[in-house]
């Protein structure tokens, strides 16, 4: 029996204003392909933000795209917020050819990640013990966001992924204290 492998690709991206999609399915030439669409669903809201979709591209999505942003759309972009983000790529009107994806968005966590590393004097020689100790804690900031990230992505806990995700943004926190 002929059928699609459906796959979505979602990368975590640098530009906070944006949500990148690449299709990655496998289609069928027997099987079609009818009104293909995403449903996404933003963190913190309940809508669901239907798209029309093309087969075999990759659309650069934006809070205008999503409904979260309705003015200034084009001219002025709005930093979509980190969490997990529902996908569901739908390639029939009967909803019985789909892939549903998890997608835990980081891209603000890990802008101000890299904005503590450009601050610290590191130099190609052993660096004093507090510098090794701020790179140590920063190392553990980085592992808990990619456990985060994989424990709502391949092994499908939103929980405890978000526990840790919060945690990490907790961590980062504390070590980007400005007036501690």
């Known amino acids: ?68 942003q309705t003015e200034n759309c084009g001219t002025s972009y709005v930093n979509l917020p980190d969490g997990i983000y529902g996908i569901k790529y739908i390639v029939d009107p009967e909803c019985t050819v789909y892939v549903n994806y998890n997608h835990l968005r980081m891209t603000c966590a890990l802008n101000r990640y890299e904005k503590i590393l450009c601050n610290i004097d590191v130099a190609d020689c052993d660096p004093p013990a507090k510098v090794k100790e701020k790179l140590k804690e920063l190392h553990l900031i980085k592992m808990y966001l990619e456990a985060a990230k994989a424990k709502v992505e391949t092994c499908h806990d939103n929980q405890a992924g978000m526990t840790l995700f919060n945690y990490a943004v907790k961590l980062l926190d504390k070590l980007d204290c400005k007036h501690c």
Do not use: Q, W
């Open 1 to 68: 029996m002929a059928n699609h492998v459906l796959s979505l690709e979602i990368p975590t991206v640098s530009n906070p204003c944006v949500l990148k999609i690449f299709d990655t399915s496998v289609y069928s030439a027997l099987v079609g392909v009818n009104r293909p669409r995403l449903e996404i669903v933003v963190p913190g809201f309940t809508y669901t933000s239907e798209l029309s979709f093309v087969p075999e591209s990759s659309p650069t999505l934006t809070a205008c795209d999503l409904g979260l």
